[in-house]
């Protein structure tokens, strides 16, 4: 199977390089490892996994799902989430692995009036790795989707999504903490349509970029005609930790309709040395004074992602990250 690659010089991805990171690698898709916790409402269908929550069903628990990829190998794993009108579910995805492999992933997600999803997602993929996904959402009145992509893994990344608020009143929120060392490459590619009144969205990520990483932030919101009364923001925030590292940004409001409230924002730069300073001038030491203001940028993104158990999951793999030495 020949997989239509996208070409480099195409505007969506002009940073970043599929063609080139995936040269040699195979490209007859096989199914990976995959396992499965909590899965009430989670069945395995030829080509992946479909997550069905009926119409006014409310999960206690959350369904937790983890991809384990191997060297040499190429998987296109398929997966759909519908939630019936009124549903609310917790969902946790985890990509892992060892070795060389690429992770193409397609992700459906439809969410009718008045559910809510809240989407976990941890890139975790060996430094080897590619891994690719296309989320696609579609939105009924009043729904609520909430997504948290960590991503620490994979020689090149690409989370890419396409959110549409379809129904009056639909929000959703796009939350990413992106911590990147070495030659890795994460690109953000994020789309969201107002195409109904009333409805919110929110864009929020931060990235800290080592050594010759290179970091991508891609935000769009298009307001159509007629979706009055939009309420949605954008905002990026990168900091560099050398010389090395990289960071592009490109955020982007298309605006048809009136009586809106639509604002972006994006900033990279160095760690506030005068922060550094005040903090040092009080006897903290240079490095924990580092590591604490690190953790404070990301952390105010990472507790978006809930609390309990699922917040602190995330201070424990952004103090672990941090722990490994910064520049």
Same mark, same amino acid.
């Given at each position: 199977?020949?997989?239509?690659?996208?070409?480099?010089?195409?505007?969506?991805?002009?940073?970043?390089?599929?063609?080139?990171?995936?040269?040699?690698?195979?490209?007859?898709?096989?199914?990976?490892?995959?396992?499965?916790?909590?899965?009430?409402y989670v069945r395995e269908e030829k080509?992946?996994?479909? $997550?069905?929550?009926?119409? &006014?069903?409310?999960?206690?628990?959350?369904?937790? $799902?983890?991809?384990?990829?191997?060297?040499?190998?190429?998987?296109?794993?398929?997966?759909?989430? *519908? @939630?019936?009108?009124?549903?609310?579910?917790?969902?946790?995805?985890?990509?892992?692995?060892?070795?060389?492999?690429?992770?193409?992933? %397609?992700?459906? $997600?439809?969410?009718?009036?008045?559910?809510?999803? /809240?989407?976990?997602?941890? %890139?975790?993929?060996?430094?080897?790795?590619?891994?690719? %996904?296309?989320?696609?959402?579609?939105?009924?009145?009043?729904? *609520?989707?909430?997504?948290?992509?960590?991503?620490?893994?994979?020689? @090149?990344?690409?989370?890419?999504?396409?959110?549409? @608020?379809?129904?009056?009143?639909?929000?959703?929120?796009?939350?990413?903490?992106?911590?990147? /060392?070495?030659?890795?490459?994460?690109? #953000?590619?994020?789309?969201?349509?107002h195409a109904a009144p009333g409805c919110? +969205?929110?864009?929020?990520? *931060? #990235?800290?970029?080592?050594? %010759?990483?290179?970091?991508? !932030?891609?935000?769009?919101?298009?307001?159509?005609?007629?979706?009055? &009364?939009?309420?949605?923001?954008?905002?990026?925030?990168?900091?560099?930790? #050398?010389?090395?590292?990289?960071?592009?940004?490109?955020?982007?409001?298309?605006? !048809?309709?009136?009586?809106?409230?639509? +604002?972006?924002?994006?900033?990279?730069?160095? @760690?506030?040395?005068?922060?550094?300073?005040?903090?040092? +001038?009080?006897?903290?030491?240079?490095?924990?004074?580092?590591?604490?203001?690190? #953790?404070?940028?990301?952390?105010?993104?990472?507790?978006?992602?809930?609390?309990?158990?699922?917040?602190?999951?995330?201070?424990?793999?952004?103090?672990?990250?941090?722990? /490994?030495?910064?520049s």
């Amino acid at each position: 199977m020949n997989i239509a690659l996208p070409a480099h010089d195409a505007e969506s991805w002009k940073y970043t390089n599929l063609a080139l990171a995936v040269k040699g690698m195979p490209q007859e898709a096989v199914r990976p490892p995959v396992s499965v916790r909590g899965g009430a409402y989670v069945r395995e269908e030829k080509d992946g996994w479909v $997550i069905d929550v009926p119409s &006014g069903e409310r999960a206690a628990e959350p369904s937790e $799902i983890a991809i384990r990829g191997f060297d040499n190998s190429f998987f296109m794993p398929r997966m759909d989430m *519908r @939630l019936g009108a009124g549903a609310a579910l917790s969902v946790i995805e985890r990509h892992e692995g060892r070795g060389r492999f690429w992770n193409n992933q %397609q992700t459906q $997600i439809a969410i009718g009036a008045g559910a809510v999803l /809240r989407h976990i997602r941890l %890139q975790e993929n060996p430094e080897d790795a590619i891994y690719t %996904q296309n989320t696609n959402v579609t939105m009924g009145k009043g729904g *609520r989707y909430e997504v948290f992509t960590l991503t620490t893994g994979s020689l @090149l990344s690409r989370n890419e999504m396409h959110v549409d @608020l379809n129904g009056e009143g639909a929000s959703c929120a796009l939350y990413g903490v992106n911590l990147l /060392r070495g030659k890795q490459h994460g690109d #953000s590619t994020l789309t969201v349509v107002h195409a109904a009144p009333g409805c919110r +969205s929110e864009q929020f990520y *931060r #990235s800290l970029l080592r050594d %010759q990483a290179h970091g991508v !932030y891609q935000g769009k919101i298009l307001v159509a005609r007629g979706a009055d &009364g939009t309420d949605a923001t954008q905002l990026s925030n990168a900091i560099l930790l #050398s010389e090395g590292a990289e960071m592009d940004t490109k955020p982007e409001l298309e605006i !048809y309709a009136d009586d809106v409230k639509c +604002s972006h924002g994006a900033t990279t730069g160095a @760690l506030d040395e005068e922060a550094l300073f005040y903090m040092r +001038s009080r006897g903290v030491d240079e490095d924990e004074a580092r590591a604490v203001l690190l #953790s404070a940028f990301v952390n105010e993104v990472a507790e978006k992602a809930g609390d309990g158990d699922i917040a602190e999951m995330f201070r424990k793999k952004i103090h672990e990250w941090l722990a /490994r030495g910064d520049s």
